[in-house]
């Protein structure tokens, strides 16, 4: 007996549209609904390997030391996000957390463009944008989060982290 007559019997028969119904589209909505949940939701972090010598002396700390931004951090927190010129949802993310600098003494945002400083994204473990970074006043990464986060998930993360 060949696989050929035993093949089409064995397995039920779709069509590639009732393929698609059945397996693929319930497939992506898993996937989206796990993405929706978790997106733009602050996480705690971990000590990405290099991400204090991106270029900086050995004396200096922090994810920005040793770049131009090094200067720019806030007395209390720093909001760093990363995102791209095409990225729609980094230019919602500007507004919430500019709007959050503006109102809190001591916090600052910074906004790098991932494309013109992908040694500082590989060095970060940037994946995708936008990706916002809370940083303590020496630089050191407390809290990070892909995606778009709302203003009381940055409060929050701003918080935990001791921000003003």
Do not use: K, N
Not at 94 to 108: F, H, K, M, Q, S
């Amino acid at each position: 007996m060949s696989w050929t007559v035993v093949l089409p019997m064995a397995l039920p028969l779709l069509t590639t549209g009732q393929w698609l119904v059945v397996v693929v589209i319930p497939l992506v909505l898993v996937l989206g609904f796990m993405r929706a949940a978790t997106d733009g939701r602050f996480r705690g972090t971990h000590r990405v390997r290099g991400a204090d010598a991106v270029g900086a002396p050995e004396e200096a700390s922090g994810v920005l030391a040793g770049t131009e931004y090094a200067e720019q951090l806030g007395a209390e927190a720093t909001l760093l996000q990363f995102s791209s010129s095409l990225c729609a949802p980094c230019r919602t993310a500007r507004i919430v957390l500019a709007e959050i600098a503006d109102d809190r003494p001591g916090v600052t945002h910074l906004e790098i463009d991932a494309e013109h400083h992908l040694d500082l994204v590989r060095a970060l473990g940037v994946s995708r944008t936008p990706t916002i970074l809370v940083l303590d006043p020496a630089g050191h990464e407390l809290a990070r989060t892909s995606g778009v986060p709302s203003r009381d998930q940055v409060l929050a993360a701003l918080a935990s982290s001791g921000g003003s």
